[in-house]
Protein backbone atom coordinates (compact mmCIF):
# COMPACT_ATOMS: atom_id res chain seq x y z
CA UNK A 1 0.00 0.00 0.00
CA UNK A 2 1.25 3.41 -0.84
CA UNK A 3 -0.28 7.03 -0.26
CA UNK A 4 -2.79 7.40 2.45
CA UNK A 5 -5.60 5.04 2.57
CA UNK A 6 -9.00 5.05 4.60
CA UNK A 7 -11.44 2.40 5.53
CA UNK A 8 -14.17 2.01 4.83
CA UNK A 9 -14.92 3.65 1.80
CA UNK A 10 -18.67 3.43 2.38
CA UNK A 11 -20.30 3.49 5.60
CA UNK A 12 -24.33 3.54 6.51
CA UNK A 13 -25.45 3.91 10.29
CA UNK A 14 -28.04 4.24 12.08
CA UNK A 15 -28.52 7.64 14.30
CA UNK A 16 -27.96 5.36 17.31
CA UNK A 17 -24.90 3.64 16.15
CA UNK A 18 -21.08 3.60 17.03
CA UNK A 19 -18.50 3.15 14.32
CA UNK A 20 -14.76 4.51 13.52
CA UNK A 21 -13.26 5.65 10.14
CA UNK A 22 -9.56 4.52 10.06
CA UNK A 23 -6.96 6.22 8.08
CA UNK A 24 -3.27 4.92 7.48
CA UNK A 25 -0.64 6.84 5.72
CA UNK A 26 2.78 5.05 4.25
CA UNK A 27 4.32 8.30 3.44
CA UNK A 28 6.52 8.64 6.60
CA UNK A 29 4.64 11.68 7.40
CA UNK A 30 4.14 13.40 11.05
CA UNK A 31 0.93 15.54 10.69
CA UNK A 32 -2.23 14.21 9.51
CA UNK A 33 -5.78 15.29 9.53
CA UNK A 34 -9.79 15.08 9.27
CA UNK A 35 -11.75 17.13 7.14
CA UNK A 36 -15.39 16.90 6.29
CA UNK A 37 -16.53 17.44 2.48
CA UNK A 38 -20.45 18.16 1.93
CA UNK A 39 -21.83 19.23 -0.97
CA UNK A 40 -21.26 22.55 -2.66
CA UNK A 41 -19.43 23.32 0.68
CA UNK A 42 -15.81 23.79 1.41
CA UNK A 43 -13.58 21.31 2.88
CA UNK A 44 -13.90 21.68 6.52
CA UNK A 45 -11.21 21.44 9.00
CA UNK A 46 -12.24 19.42 11.63
CA UNK A 47 -8.78 17.88 13.75
CA UNK A 48 -5.23 17.86 13.35
CA UNK A 49 -2.78 15.82 15.03
CA UNK A 50 1.36 16.43 15.00
CA UNK A 51 3.81 13.63 16.49
CA UNK A 52 0.69 12.12 17.53
CA UNK A 53 -0.78 15.35 19.53
CA UNK A 54 -4.03 17.13 18.69
CA UNK A 55 -3.07 20.19 18.21
CA UNK A 56 -6.50 21.47 16.50
CA UNK A 57 -10.20 20.91 17.21
CA UNK A 58 -12.30 22.71 15.06
CA UNK A 59 -15.08 23.58 16.97
CA UNK A 60 -16.63 19.84 16.15
CA UNK A 61 -19.05 18.33 18.06
CA UNK A 62 -18.47 15.69 20.37
CA UNK A 63 -19.90 13.36 18.90
CA UNK A 64 -17.29 13.09 16.47
CA UNK A 65 -14.18 11.52 18.39
CA UNK A 66 -10.71 11.46 17.11
CA UNK A 67 -7.58 8.71 18.19
CA UNK A 68 -4.27 9.24 16.93
CA UNK A 69 -1.97 6.42 18.69
CA UNK A 70 1.12 7.00 16.16
CA UNK A 71 1.60 8.97 13.41
CA UNK A 72 0.54 6.21 10.78
CA UNK A 73 -2.59 5.94 12.08
CA UNK A 74 -5.72 7.94 12.62
CA UNK A 75 -9.34 7.14 13.83
CA UNK A 76 -12.45 8.74 13.72
CA UNK A 77 -14.70 7.60 15.97
CA UNK A 78 -18.69 8.25 15.74
CA UNK A 79 -21.59 7.84 17.84
CA UNK A 80 -25.11 8.90 17.89
CA UNK A 81 -24.41 10.89 14.38
CA UNK A 82 -27.53 13.23 12.83
CA UNK A 83 -28.59 13.04 9.11
CA UNK A 84 -26.81 15.96 8.81
CA UNK A 85 -23.46 14.36 9.40
CA UNK A 86 -23.76 13.00 5.95
CA UNK A 87 -20.79 13.29 3.99
CA UNK A 88 -17.28 12.13 2.22
CA UNK A 89 -14.84 12.19 5.36
CA UNK A 90 -11.18 12.91 4.01
CA UNK A 91 -7.76 12.33 6.06
CA UNK A 92 -4.62 13.78 4.61
CA UNK A 93 -1.06 13.58 5.83
CA UNK A 94 1.74 16.38 5.36
CA UNK A 95 5.44 15.84 6.16
CA UNK A 96 5.36 18.60 8.53
CA UNK A 97 2.56 20.80 10.60
CA UNK A 98 3.23 23.85 8.88
CA UNK A 99 0.54 24.27 6.41
CA UNK A 100 2.99 25.20 3.33
CA UNK A 101 4.08 21.63 3.27
CA UNK A 102 1.67 19.61 0.47
CA UNK A 103 -1.20 17.49 1.54
CA UNK A 104 -1.56 13.95 0.78
CA UNK A 105 -5.44 13.17 0.85
CA UNK A 106 -6.81 9.62 1.08
CA UNK A 107 -9.70 8.65 -1.10
CA UNK A 108 -12.29 8.88 1.50
CA UNK A 109 -15.04 7.57 3.51
CA UNK A 110 -18.65 8.29 1.96
CA UNK A 111 -20.87 8.41 5.33
CA UNK A 112 -25.06 8.10 4.85
CA UNK A 113 -26.68 8.70 8.62
CA UNK A 114 -29.92 7.32 8.67
CA UNK B 1 -18.53 37.27 2.84
CA UNK B 2 -16.31 33.58 2.18
CA UNK B 3 -12.61 33.43 2.57
CA UNK B 4 -12.64 32.37 -0.25
CA UNK B 5 -15.17 32.31 -3.50
CA UNK B 6 -15.19 29.81 -6.54
CA UNK B 7 -18.04 29.24 -9.02
CA UNK B 8 -19.06 25.71 -8.32
CA UNK B 9 -20.12 25.14 -12.26
CA UNK B 10 -20.70 22.89 -13.59
CA UNK B 11 -18.41 24.13 -16.08
CA UNK B 12 -19.20 22.31 -19.64
CA UNK B 13 -16.40 22.51 -22.42
CA UNK B 14 -15.39 20.90 -25.88
CA UNK B 15 -11.78 18.64 -26.10
CA UNK B 16 -9.10 20.82 -26.90
CA UNK B 17 -10.97 23.84 -25.66
CA UNK B 18 -8.72 26.41 -23.18
CA UNK B 19 -10.30 25.92 -19.85
CA UNK B 20 -10.25 28.78 -17.50
CA UNK B 21 -10.24 28.25 -13.45
CA UNK B 22 -10.88 30.79 -10.78
CA UNK B 23 -11.26 32.02 -7.12
CA UNK B 24 -11.24 35.24 -5.56
CA UNK B 25 -10.22 35.48 -1.74
CA UNK B 26 -10.79 38.30 0.92
CA UNK B 27 -7.54 37.76 3.29
CA UNK B 28 -4.95 39.78 1.90
CA UNK B 29 -2.40 37.69 4.39
CA UNK B 30 -2.38 34.71 1.73
CA UNK B 31 0.81 33.95 0.83
CA UNK B 32 0.91 29.88 -0.64
CA UNK B 33 -1.86 29.07 -3.22
CA UNK B 34 -2.50 25.37 -4.48
CA UNK B 35 -5.06 23.74 -7.03
CA UNK B 36 -6.52 20.51 -6.47
CA UNK B 37 -8.17 18.27 -8.40
CA UNK B 38 -10.61 15.60 -7.40
CA UNK B 39 -11.78 12.68 -9.31
CA UNK B 40 -14.73 11.29 -8.43
CA UNK B 41 -14.94 9.37 -5.98
CA UNK B 42 -11.55 10.23 -4.83
CA UNK B 43 -9.73 12.46 -2.80
CA UNK B 44 -8.45 15.62 -3.53
CA UNK B 45 -4.60 15.76 -5.38
CA UNK B 46 -2.36 18.24 -5.43
CA UNK B 47 -1.94 19.94 -9.09
CA UNK B 48 -0.17 23.11 -9.05
CA UNK B 49 1.44 25.13 -5.62
CA UNK B 50 2.60 28.94 -6.37
CA UNK B 51 4.08 31.30 -3.88
CA UNK B 52 2.85 34.74 -4.00
CA UNK B 53 2.16 36.38 -7.40
CA UNK B 54 3.19 35.30 -10.78
CA UNK B 55 2.72 32.41 -13.08
CA UNK B 56 3.74 28.64 -12.87
CA UNK B 57 3.71 26.28 -16.00
CA UNK B 58 3.56 22.76 -15.63
CA UNK B 59 2.46 21.39 -18.89
CA UNK B 60 -0.86 22.13 -20.10
CA UNK B 61 -1.77 23.37 -16.29
CA UNK B 62 -0.63 27.21 -16.02
CA UNK B 63 -1.00 28.74 -12.59
CA UNK B 64 -1.64 32.61 -12.27
CA UNK B 65 -1.79 34.77 -8.90
CA UNK B 66 -2.50 38.78 -9.07
CA UNK B 67 -2.41 39.49 -4.89
CA UNK B 68 -3.64 43.39 -5.95
CA UNK B 69 -7.13 42.10 -7.43
CA UNK B 70 -7.17 39.13 -4.98
CA UNK B 71 -7.67 36.66 -7.73
CA UNK B 72 -6.29 33.30 -9.05
CA UNK B 73 -6.87 31.35 -12.17
CA UNK B 74 -5.86 27.61 -13.39
CA UNK B 75 -5.53 27.69 -16.70
CA UNK B 76 -5.60 24.28 -18.98
CA UNK B 77 -4.70 24.13 -22.58
CA UNK B 78 -5.80 21.62 -24.62
CA UNK B 79 -8.22 20.26 -22.41
CA UNK B 80 -8.50 16.20 -22.47
CA UNK B 81 -11.74 14.27 -20.89
CA UNK B 82 -9.47 12.90 -18.70
CA UNK B 83 -9.22 16.38 -17.19
CA UNK B 84 -13.18 16.11 -16.23
CA UNK B 85 -12.98 16.93 -12.30
CA UNK B 86 -13.53 19.13 -9.33
CA UNK B 87 -11.14 21.46 -9.19
CA UNK B 88 -10.61 22.97 -5.76
CA UNK B 89 -8.47 26.14 -5.36
CA UNK B 90 -6.81 26.40 -1.59
CA UNK B 91 -4.86 29.03 -0.01
CA UNK B 92 -3.07 29.65 3.45
CA UNK B 93 -0.75 32.38 5.15
CA UNK B 94 1.91 30.33 5.86
CA UNK B 95 1.26 29.72 9.52
CA UNK B 96 -2.40 28.62 9.47
CA UNK B 97 -4.14 25.74 7.92
CA UNK B 98 -5.39 25.58 4.31
CA UNK B 99 -8.72 27.74 3.15
CA UNK B 100 -10.74 25.83 0.25
CA UNK B 101 -13.24 27.27 -2.29
CA UNK B 102 -15.69 24.94 -2.83
CA UNK B 103 -14.20 23.36 -5.97
CA UNK B 104 -15.58 23.86 -9.94
CA UNK B 105 -16.97 21.19 -11.56
CA UNK B 106 -15.63 20.59 -15.07
CA UNK B 107 -16.71 18.29 -17.74
CA UNK B 108 -14.59 18.07 -20.85
CA UNK B 109 -16.58 15.77 -23.77
CA UNK B 110 -14.68 14.17 -26.48
Known amino acids: ETGVTQTPRHLVMGMTNKKSLKCEQH?????MYWYKQSAKKPLELMFVYNFKEQTENNSVPSRFSPECPNSSHLFLHLHTLQPEDSALYLC?????????????FGPGTRLLVL | QKEVEQDPGPLSVPEGAIVSLNCTYS??????FMWYRQYSRKGPELLMY????GNKEDGRFTAQVDKSSKYISLFIRDSQPSDSATYLC??????????FGTGTRLLVSP
Open chain 1, 92 to 104: ASSQELTSVETQY
Open chain 2, 90 to 99: AMNTGFQKLV
Open chain 2, 50 to 53: TYSS
Open chain 2, 27 to 32: NSAFQY
Open chain 1, 27 to 31: LGHNA
